[in-house]
């Protein structure tokens, strides 16, 4: 593509739309005169008017192959080889590259060029998959012509049952972009295969899931955290059980990739709170080779084995936020994982005092699993705005709360016991004499964050995994996210 370059004169890479490139056109036609020249246009093949050599460049291959990032550049070729450039319009440096003939009488001594169409956002990964070498390690699949790549994602069994973003060279090149490490990097081993997954791997499912590239590094932070031993991915993968992992995410990093806090955040309608969870439940899938059905053994799952995951709302500076509780220093962004079930409705539309508040709530949270089932599995408390707005106008705050809670939550073990009202499931004897917790101690045994619509008395409970009952093998994971 570049043969038909001078071999000896001057090339300069130009587009109409550009103020500078038309500013210059003048010069352009003086250089022509001087000759030999050639202008590549990026965007019309009729400009500049009255040069004899105009080559049109819409498929941008030359701009590319030129490394070219502004308009208009001025490139002196000698021998067939590059020897100078410059760019924009500095009226020193193009009578330095170009010589007497690019003196521009009448024009200014300098203006800014404009950016290249060859480095417009999205443009640049495509032009490397098209023309460069872009250095990806992954196996291409080819897809034919006349196939759907779509349902050829289907067919080869790389989605969750929703479709899923064919993972492009240029799509991948792109997501890449979005962080500063290596592609070849591994983040770790992927259960239940314990494959190698590298940063190149995550990025091919999260193009997979819809994300963003700006949603990288949160997503690196989810999947190095669900690969700490303590999270026990594995087990939670084979269990017949609902769970599946529940990520919540801290920090100005959620609130600069857009998550949702507010209206609806347990639910559908914002991309990063649906991507960013969905992208580790792909690469358990595409890497790991954790198929339901398979190594996957759920009885029933639940709705969030395709994605579960919100930011806490941090509006409020008198509120701890969980990563803070969890020990992340404040003002960092984090990520905690939980071994989640699905969403339970809390709903008390009468309480107005936190007393009475915090009793009922813990009347919810006994039903988790079971309500004669203790130590069976933690949970997660999402306080909307309403009923948080109780416990702050009472003076409560998070360790009131938690405190409150646990308190709340122990109940006599003969209510508790085997048969114990006319219910067989329940607690061995032994444990008729004493007074039994639900939940292992705070901040532990319930995991508060903030979420939610300012409108309605509802909160959420979700309960959690019977794995997390041997606290030394299996716990919650809370990790800083690094931009």
Known sequence: ???????????????????????????????????????????????????????????????????????????RFQDGR??????????????????????????????????????EPGVHEALVARYGDTGLAAREIAVGTWDDPWEACFERGWSDGLPVVPPTDARILRMLGGTERKPGEVVGLIPPNLAPCTVEKVAINAVMAGCKPEYMPVVLGVLEAALDPLFVMHGLLCTTHFAGPLVIINGPLARSVGMNSGVNALGQGNRANATIGR?????????????????????????GKYTFCFAEDESDPD???????????????????????????????????????????????FGVGHPKLCDSGNAVLVLSPEHYAIFKEGGWDRRRIEDELHQALKRPGRDLV???????????????DKVVDKFQPMPDGVLIVRAGGEAGLFSAIIGGWPGQRVRAECQSVTREIHP
């Open 418 to 432: 085997w048969g114990a009202q006319g219910v067989g499931e329940g607690l061995p004897p032994a444990y008729a």
């Open 82 to 119: 590059e020897v100078d450039r410059t760019v924009g319009w500095e009226r020193k440096e193009w009578l330095r590259v170009a010589g007497a003939a690019a003196a521009g009488e009448g024009l200014p001594d300098w203006q800014p060029g404009c950016g290249s169409k060859s480095v």
């Open 319 to 365: 509120w701890e936020p969980l990563s803070v509780r969890r020990g992340i220093a404040p003002g960092k962004s984090a990520v905690t994982l939980f071994h989640g079930e699905g969403v339970h409705g809390f709903i008390d539309q009468k309480s107005r005092t936190p007393e009475d508040l915090v009793r009922s709530m813990a009347m919810g949270l």
């Open 1 to 75: 593509m570049l043969d038909s370059l001078p071999r000896d004169g001057l090339v300069i890479v130009a587009k109409r739309e550009c103020p500078t490139c038309v500013l210059v056109e003048p010069v352009m036609r003086s250089l022509d005169r001087a000759g030999p020249l050639a202008v590549v246009c990026q965007d019309d093949p009729t400009f500049p008017a009255g040069v004899r050599s105009v080559l049109d460049d819409h498929e941008l291959e030359r701009s590319f192959r030129l490394n070219v990032d502004t308009v208009p550049t001025l490139i």
């Open 279 to 303: 992208t580790l439940q792909l690469i358990v899938r595409n890497v790991g080779g954790g198929l339901p059905g398979a190594i996957d053994r759920a009885t029933l799952g639940n709705p």
